[in-house]
Nanobody
């Protein structure tokens, strides 16, 4: 599967953005999907994950974004989203979408858990 992330941009603190991750090659519903981010000089960190369709309401967030970000998937459009509200300066990073065919036990929060990656979209939050 090929992933194409988009929707990043410059936003003021307190604002909102919606990131998209469009898949081609295979249907997204077959994969565990995730969002990660990487700030300059820092390691890639987990943001949110959503399990395959039919695996129950499997959504999990990093504590730092819980209550502000929402991950979702539109099977008809073969696209995953990350709605980001109440953005903070600390949310500034390159955001990556990812996919995994294999569903591991527990929540998949490590970059190594995922096989396929989009190219990243930059989110810059001004304070």
């Amino acid at each position: 599967v090929q992933l194409q992330a988009s929707g990043g941009g410059l936003v003021q603190a307190g604002g909102s953005l919606r990131l998209s991750c469009e898949a081609s090659g295979r249907t997204l519903s077959s994969y565990v999907m995730g969002w990660f981010r990487q700030a300059p000089g820092k390691e890639r960190e987990f943001v949110a994950t959503i399990r395959r369709s039919g695996s129950g309401s499997g959504i999990y967030y990093a504590d730092s974004v819980k209550g502000r970000f929402t991950i979702s998937r539109d099977s008809a459009k073969n696209t995953m989203y990350l709605q980001m509200n109440s953005l903070q300066f600390e949310d500034t990073a390159l955001y990556y979408c990812s996919a995994a065919e294999r569903h591991l036990a527990g929540w998949m929060t490590r970059p190594a858990d995922y096989t396929y990656w989009g190219q990243g979209t930059l989110v810059t939050v001004s304070s």
